[in-house]
């Protein structure tokens, strides 16, 4: 179904182009933190995967094969922006390295197989997957209809093209017809394919695929006491501490560091005694806040060494909470931003 | 598909073709195909000068004929669509050994024949003189994203390993019995590509984890060294551009 050169006229195929390209680069951004995790060896093998799966040829039933597309499956197995970032590669490789599919083409052909079918296919597995049960299994029915739909649209919108850009007046009726008919046909032959391949992975290795990440069962954990809880598998184990905890936790450190550094030992720690009995204790320099306020674990101008030390302590973990807060509303702004523009 | 399936299509010789820079390759191809592609379908001299510039490019290039006729089946079914293109179109129609064929219909079927063929044989022209890490060095000189050109060295690199996993499977299903044919061996079948999928992201995760072992920090390597020198652009260009010529004055003289 690789297009040719000479197919469409110039105009189709340079708009096709560009919007090859725009698709292309708005998914290398949306998944850049992905593969910038996952590193692109990831990507590649999943490309140099879908290449070698469309060469199997599949009993369809009746005596006749097909092979996959694997817009979909793609598309269900790594997420859609990686998956039109790995169909173009596929089709990228194939145009320059197997010269299937004209080169002027080549937009055409990833905005068809590489665009259209991804996306197609992961919006109806998205749909489906809202009205069937909150199950890992649930995934397959999803993507065979999403195979089976992906495939008669870029068909849809291969009459289309041709109704825009194609050389020769022919009847679109009859075009879109007989595409959109073919094609349900191979879409067919591509849900049962799809719906086998993705079984399989979903019987060894669930957690690989990607449109059933969020289906993950729920996480029972059993302390000690034998109390149960569940933690959904989507979200960081760490809960983000409440209010309360937070208040508590702030209470506590304040009290060790105000009230028992008041018993702290006076003596020099380890360190500091072994550096002085071996004489190089000179050699280890004040460091340059060593002027500071808070300099040597005292508040200067408060007499009482004790005294001294407590403040010195609280006002150490006020700050230390503050700057720790700062950095990480800063870092949870950052990501979210990032999150958003991923 | 002969050879590893990581080398595409590549023909190991050595002419003025192979020797020149992938980039300028990539560019005289697009360029050519361009110059092909909007020229009118009626100007048949025009196709004619094509079809000769690409055999004297397939003769430079010291390819083998029967291997780009054996890669051109690729078109096939466009062929097919092209030769159903005269019952079908519409338009006033001509009446060729007593069956009656639309005009536009017949143009078109050409038009689609022509360009097609001889974007293909451009195609292979290129893909049977560069290798798969020349080509990528070429793209990564024209400036492609540089995770697209990691995601594709990747691919490529790891195309045949991944075909032989396939092929080992296939021998592993069939010498169990399953030979494939029948529906009720399309689980067997559709089994060892889930396996596959399954055996190939593992591969790519552990490869990651080397890379980071290694120092890997994001960036990968250069895979080019220097640009392409002035005199091989208009060495490479040469042929395209006379293509460009003919394509200006078939618009400009027409038939």
Same mark, same amino acid.
């Given at each position: 179904?690789?297009?040719?050169?000479?197919? +469409?006229?110039?105009?189709?195929?340079?708009?096709?182009?560009?919007?090859?390209?725009?698709?292309?680069?708005?998914?290398? %951004?949306?998944?850049?933190? @992905?593969?910038?995790?996952?590193?692109?060896?990831?990507?590649?093998?999943?490309?140099?995967?879908?290449?070698?799966? %469309?060469?199997?040829?599949?009993?369809?039933?009746?005596?006749?094969?097909?092979?996959?597309?694997?817009?979909?499956?793609?598309?269900?197995?790594?997420? !859609?922006?990686?998956?039109?970032?790995?169909?173009?590669?596929?089709?990228?490789?194939?145009?320059?390295? +197997?010269?299937?599919?004209?080169?002027?083409?080549?937009?055409?052909?990833?905005?068809?197989?590489?665009?259209?079918?991804?996306?197609?296919?992961? +919006?109806?597995?998205?749909?489906?997957? %809202?009205?069937?049960?909150?199950?890992?299994?649930?995934?397959?029915?999803?993507?065979?209809?999403?195979?089976?739909?992906?495939?008669?649209?870029?068909?849809?919108?291969?009459?289309?093209?041709?109704?825009?850009?194609?050389?020769?007046?022919? !009847?679109?009726?009859?075009?879109?017809?007989?595409?959109?008919?073919?094609?349900?046909?191979?879409?067919?032959? @591509?849900?049962?394919?799809?719906?086998?391949?993705?079984?399989?992975?979903?019987?060894?290795?669930?957690?690989?695929?990607?449109?059933?990440?969020?289906?993950?069962?729920d996480l029972v954990l059993v302390d000690a006491d034998g109390?149960?809880?569940?933690?959904?598998?989507?979200? !960081?184990?760490?809960?983000?501490?409440?209010?309360?905890?937070?208040?508590?936790?702030?209470?506590?450190?304040?009290?060790?560091?105000?009230?028992?550094?008041?018993?702290?030992?006076?003596?020099?720690?380890?360190? @500091?005694?072994?550096?002085?009995?071996?004489?190089?204790?000179?050699?280890?320099?004040?460091?340059?806040?060593?002027?500071? !306020?808070?300099?040597?674990y005292g508040v200067s101008g408060i007499g009482n060494a004790?005294?001294?030390?407590?403040?010195?302590?609280?006002?150490?973990?006020?700050?230390?909470?503050?700057?720790?807060?700062?950095?990480?509303?800063?870092?949870?702004?950052?990501?979210?931003?990032?999150?958003?523009?991923? | 598909?002969?050879?590893?399936?990581?080398?595409?299509?590549?023909?190991?010789?050595?002419?003025?073709?192979?020797?020149?820079?992938?980039?300028?390759?990539?560019?005289?191809?697009?360029?050519?195909?361009?110059?092909?592609?909007?020229?009118?379908?009626?100007?048949?001299?025009?196709?004619?000068?094509?079809?000769?510039?690409?055999?004297?490019?397939?003769?430079?290039?010291?390819?083998?004929?029967?291997?780009?006729?054996?890669?051109?089946?690729?078109?096939?079914?466009?062929?097919?669509?092209?030769?159903?293109?005269?019952?079908?179109?519409?338009?006033?129609?001509?009446?060729?050994?007593?069956?009656?064929?639309?005009?536009?219909?017949?143009?078109?079927?050409?038009?689609?024949?022509?360009?097609?063929?001889?974007?293909?044989?451009?195609?292979?022209?290129?893909?049977?003189?560069?290798?798969?890490?020349?080509?990528?060095?070429?793209?990564?000189?024209?400036?492609?994203?540089?995770?697209?050109?990691?995601?594709?060295?990747?691919?490529?690199?790891?195309?045949?390993?991944?075909?032989?996993?396939?092929?080992?499977?296939?021998?592993?299903?069939?010498?169990?019995?399953?030979?494939?044919?029948?529906?009720?061996?399309?689980?067997?079948?559709?089994?060892?590509?889930?396996?596959?999928?399954?055996?190939?992201?593992?591969?790519?995760?552990?490869?990651?984890?080397?890379?980071?072992?290694?120092?890997?920090?994001?960036?990968?390597?250069?895979?080019?060294?220097?640009?392409?020198?002035?005199?091989?652009?208009?060495?490479?260009?040469?042929?395209?551009?006379?293509?460009?010529?003919?394509?200006?004055?078939?618009?400009?003289?027409?038939?």
């Amino acid at each position: 179904m690789h297009v040719p050169d000479g197919f +469409f006229d110039a105009p189709t195929s340079v708009a096709t182009g560009l919007i090859a390209a725009g698709a292309v680069g708005f998914s290398l %951004q949306r998944a850049n933190r @992905e593969i910038r995790e996952t590193g692109p060896a990831l990507a590649g093998l999943t490309a140099a995967f879908v290449f070698a799966v %469309q060469m199997v040829n599949f009993p369809v039933g009746a005596g006749t094969s097909g092979h996959l597309l694997g817009g979909a499956l793609a598309a269900a197995l790594v997420g !859609p922006w990686s998956a039109v970032l790995v169909m173009s590669t596929v089709l990228l490789v194939q145009g320059l390295l +197997f010269a299937d599919g004209g080169l002027t083409a080549l937009g055409t052909n990833i905005t068809l197989m590489g665009l259209i079918t991804v996306l197609v296919g992961y +919006f109806v597995i998205r749909t489906v997957l %809202q009205v069937l049960p909150k199950r890992v299994g649930s995934v397959v029915p999803a993507t065979t209809l999403g195979a089976l739909v992906s495939v008669p649209v870029a068909a849809l919108a291969f009459t289309g093209l041709y109704a825009i850009g194609g050389a020769v007046d022919i !009847p679109l009726g009859k075009l879109a017809t007989a595409m959109v008919g073919w094609h349900i046909l191979v879409g067919l032959g @591509e849900a049962v394919i799809t719906a086998a391949v993705l079984s399989a992975v979903v019987a060894t290795r669930p957690d690989l695929v990607y449109a059933a990440r969020h289906l993950q069962p729920d996480l029972v954990l059993v302390d000690a006491d034998g109390n149960s809880s569940t933690v959904s598998p989507d979200r !960081p184990i760490a809960a983000k501490p409440t209010g309360r905890t937070l208040g508590v936790g702030i209470a506590a450190t304040l009290l060790v560091a105000g009230v028992v550094s008041l018993f702290a030992s006076a003596h020099p720690d380890g360190l @500091e005694f072994v550096g002085a009995r071996l004489g190089f204790d000179g050699a280890a320099k004040d460091s340059a806040v060593a002027g500071s !306020p808070l300099a040597d674990y005292g508040v200067s101008g408060i007499g009482n060494a004790q005294v001294s030390g407590a403040l010195a302590g609280i006002i150490g973990v006020l700050v230390t909470i503050a700057v720790g807060l700062t950095i990480a509303k800063v870092a949870s702004l950052r990501s979210s931003r990032a999150d958003k523009a991923a | 598909m002969t050879g590893s399936a990581g080398d595409g299509l590549l023909v190991v010789a050595d002419s003025r073709i192979h020797r020149l820079p992938a980039q300028v390759k990539i560019v005289a191809l697009f360029v050519f195909v361009l110059a092909v592609v909007s020229t009118p379908a009626g100007v048949f001299w025009a196709f004619a000068l094509y079809g000769a510039l690409l055999v004297w490019c397939v003769v430079l290039a010291k390819l083998p004929p029967l291997v780009v006729m054996r890669r051109l089946a690729v078109e096939t079914p466009f062929v097919v669509f092209a030769l159903v293109l005269p019952f079908v179109a519409t338009g006033p129609r001509v009446e060729v050994l007593g069956v009656s064929l639309s005009q536009s219909g017949v143009l078109g079927s050409w038009n689609v024949l022509a360009k097609g063929t001889l974007g293909v044989v451009a195609a292979i022209v290129l893909s049977a003189t560069t290798g798969p890490r020349a080509l990528l060095a070429g793209l990564e000189r024209l400036r492609l994203p540089s995770t697209l050109v990691a995601i594709l060295s990747f691919m490529v690199r790891y195309l045949s390993v991944v075909s032989d996993d396939l092929q080992r499977m296939r021998i592993a299903r069939e010498s169990r019995g399953y030979r494939g044919g029948r529906a009720g061996h399309l689980k067997a079948i559709a089994g060892g590509v889930g396996a596959l999928f399954v055996r190939s992201f593992e591969r790519g995760e552990r490869v990651h984890l080397a890379m980071q072992s290694r120092g890997y920090t994001g960036r990968m390597p250069l895979l080019s060294e220097s640009g392409a020198a002035r005199v091989q652009w208009v060495e490479g260009l040469a042929i395209s551009l006379a293509a460009v010529v003919i394509a200006v004055t078939a618009r400009v003289v027409g038939l």
